[in-house]
Every structure is written in C-alpha cells, then in structure tokens.
C-alpha cells in the first residue's frame, strides 16, 4: 500500500505557464515534506521542502503548498521554464525519525514546450 | 567532483555472477543509504548506515550485502541475483541519519540475464 501517492504520471506545460504537481499521502504522521527533481541520467536532486507547521513554503519559482487536513500537498512552478523538464517526486518523512524514513510517491514527468 | 559518485553507471550481470556497486560521497555527511527503482515503482529504501553502523535493513534479500568500511564509502555485494533485481540503484547520503535532506547519486542501472 502506496503511503504517498502521485497520480498523475505526466503532465505538459507551455513555457511560461504554471505547473501544478499534486502529492496525496494516507500517513497522518508524516510532518515535513519534499520535492526533488531527477534528469535523466541523474540522480534526484533536493528542489524544497515544507514541514507540518506550515502550509506554504516559497523559493524563487517554486513554492510548496501543504494541506494536511486533505492529506494533499501541491508544488507550483512559476513560471515554467524547458529546463524544469523532468521527474518530479514527493516525499514524506516523520521529523527525526532514525534510519531517514522517506517514503516517495512514484514521480510526475513534466514537459514544458518552448 | 559530484557530491556523490557512483560506479559503475551501468552493469549487466548474469544470474550467477558476483559483482558489486560502489559509492562515495565527498560532502562529510555521516549517514549513506542504498535505494533501489524498479521500473514504474517508487524509490524504495534497502539500507542505512549510521557512522558505519548499519541501522536499517528493509527486509532487503541476502543476496544484496552492503558494506560500509567508513563514513565515505558504500557497496553494495551483488551474488546469484535473479532479473527482477533489474533496476536503478541509487546511493543517497545525509548529514545524519535524522536529516531527512539526501543528496543522491547518479545511479547504477543494472541489468540481470
């Protein structure tokens, strides 16, 4: 049973529009949440987080919106730019839980058209 | 150089050989893990090292051992994997074991005949 789920597997933006990236999670105890971005070839890189005592968190293009009483976060990208072309996951943890216990969702590819 | 390196980037493998994937990280972080990425799956975690103790075993099959000689430096011991062992394997490595921020590898993708 899938803890943090993406479900939408793609998504295509035009360049300079707005990308919306949806997480879900069922676990009620997680409290901080990530974004990190993979190229192909590459590893997943850290893009933004947001802990539980927030519900947005911004950093230049990107922000993170978290709402916990829907079990849902979302991150936008604004504007959206070809090189924002990738994977996209979310993850969630439990704040110091030993052995970094996070738990990913299954990744949104996003592909911005110039 | 990367954070962290890994090698080699891609393995093929038959069932009955021995091979094993390396890692190292440059960043002084104290805790480094094993992931793994099946095909249309999620990263699912296999190990964690804490100051070259291993902390966590994801009810990982014998046939993967890790071994962690010192904070720097992971591999993972490959033998008699079968090919559903296919997949990306990746390294990750964090400041400590609490630090839910991981800097990951590029990756070995590897292939069992």
């Known amino acids: 049973d899938q803890q943090v789920k993406q479900n939408s597997p793609s998504l295509s933006v035009q360049e300079g529009r707005i990308s919306i990236l949806n997480c879900d999670y069922t676990n009620s105890m997680f409290d901080y949440f990530l974004w990190y971005k993979k190229y192909p070839a590459e590893g997943p890189t850290f893009l933004i987080s947001?802990?539980?005592?927030?519900d947005k968190n911004e950093d230049g293009r990107f922000t993170v919106f978290l709402n916990k009483s829907a079990k849902h976060l979302s991150l936008h990208i604004v504007p959206s730019q070809p090189g924002d072309s990738a994977v996209y996951f979310c993850a969630a943890s439990i704040i110091g839980a030993a052995g970094n216990k996070l738990t990913f969702g299954g990744g949104t590819r996003v592909l911005v058209k110039p | 150089e990367t954070g962290v390196t890994q090698t080699p980037r891609h393995l093929v493998m038959g069932m009955t050989n021995k091979k094993s994937l390396k890692c190292e990280q440059h960043l002084g972080h104290n805790a480094m893990y094993w992931y793994k990425q099946s095909a249309k799956k999620p990263l699912e975690l296999m190990f964690v090292?804490?100051?070259?103790?291993?902390?966590e075993n994801n009810s990982v099959p014998s046939r993967f051992s890790p071994e962690c000689p010192n904070s720097s430096h992971l591999f993972l011991h490959l033998h008699t994997l079968q090919p559903e062992d296919s997949a990306l394997y990746l390294c990750?490595?964090?400041?400590?074991?609490?630090?839910?921020?991981?800097?990951f590898g590029s990756g070995t993708q590897l292939s069992v005949l």
């Open positions: 090292y804490n100051f070259k103790e291993q902390t």
């Open positions: 947001i802990s539980s005592i927030k």
């Open positions: 990750a490595s964090s400041q400590t074991e609490t630090n839910e921020k991981l800097f």
